[in-house]
């Protein structure tokens, strides 16, 4: 999930990644969509989840791909 962060001093729009990871359809079986929050579902369904999470809230903060370890191919994905 890509955010747009800002806009730098040239004119470029600076794109922060919020959240990558992989999930598959039957991940979501049986997911009480009802009973839980997004966050949860998330946690919860995603295989190489990289997600920067903080607080009680579990709000999502923009982090840096080029620090986290090479993802298996095409295991790890970033869509806006």
């Not at 004119?11 to 922060?16: A, E, L, S």
Request: glycine share 8%.
């Amino acid at each position: 999930m890509l955010r747009t962060d800002r806009v730098d001093a040239y004119g470029r729009v600076q794109i922060g990644c919020m959240l990558a990871g992989r999930f598959e359809r039957p991940s979501f079986d049986g997911v009480r969509w009802d009973a839980v929050n997004a966050a949860t579902v998330v946690n919860d369904t995603a295989d190489n989840l990289v997600i920067n999470q903080k607080g009680a809230a579990r709000e999502l903060y923009p982090f840096d791909l080029r620090f986290e370890p090479e993802p298996q191919a095409g295991s790890v994905v970033c869509h806006g």
